[in-house]
């Protein structure tokens, strides 16, 4: 009766781990907002070592009689549920990068720069950097009093796009940089350059640009 007393309560013990592993999860997922997809981190390898322990503490009240093999969960990593969206960043990391170059209007905007950039899948770093240079990182009039950060033509601010509001204009920069640019192939500095903008100093000063972000 004691073996199998020992055994019902390990198992009860390793299904309450799972269980509670399964409703961690499960709260995770509804609680995770899906634009940013921004997980937490979870940590099993402490809880698992929790298990461990009472598994040896149970082997030692009845070591004559019977042995149990020790669950081994030591080498689970301690973060299972991170997500890495670009170049081995985070959503969060991405965002936080970003951030450190931006400046004037555009500071503090790196993750709305990020998530859009990634949802209609352009490189984030070319869009920053593209609207740092055409902005003056954030400064100049048409960026401060008409939302533009990437020097769009329109109307409703001179000959330029005039746009509602920050968010607005940040993610309109970004659809246009895809529209009119990554939809027909032209993906890099140098392909993006010749159609973007008149000056050839621009593909340098953009890939100039991108160096500093990399590097903050």
């Known amino acids: 009766m004691k073996k199998i007393k020992l055994i019902s309560s390990t198992a009860m013990l390793v299904g309450i781990l799972m269980i509670s592993l399964g409703f961690y999860v499960q709260s995770t997922e509804q609680t995770t907002n899906l634009n940013s997809l921004k997980i937490e981190e979870f940590d ?30 030591e080498t689970a990593p301690a973060s299972v549920l991170r997500v890495e969206v670009f170049q ?72 330029y796009k005039r746009y509602g509001s920050v968010d607005e204009g940040l993610r309109g920069m970004i659809d246009n940089l895809y529209n009119n640019y990554y939809a027909h192939g032209l993906k890099t500095v140098e392909a993006i350059g010749p159609r973007y903008a008149e000056s050839s100093s621009w593909v340098g000063m953009i890939n100039w640009y991108i160096g500093k972000i990399k590097t903050k």
């Open 44 to 73: 099993v390898k402490n809880m698992a070592t929790s298990v461990n322990k009472v598994v040896k503490d149970n082997n030692k009240e009845d070591n004559d009689n019977f042995s149990l093999t020790e669950i081994d969960m």
């Open 88 to 159: 081995g960043m985070t959503m969060e990391e991405l965002s936080k990068k970003l951030d450190k170059s931006l400046g004037g209007i555009l500071a503090g905007h790196g993750k709305t720069i990020a998530e859009h950039s990634l949802k209609v899948g352009v490189d984030p770093y070319i869009v920053t950097a593209i609207m740092m240079h055409e902005t003056g990182n954030g400064t100049s009039r048409i960026a401060n009093s008409c939302y533009n950060f990437g020097g769009q033509k329109g109307s409703g601010c001179g000959a």
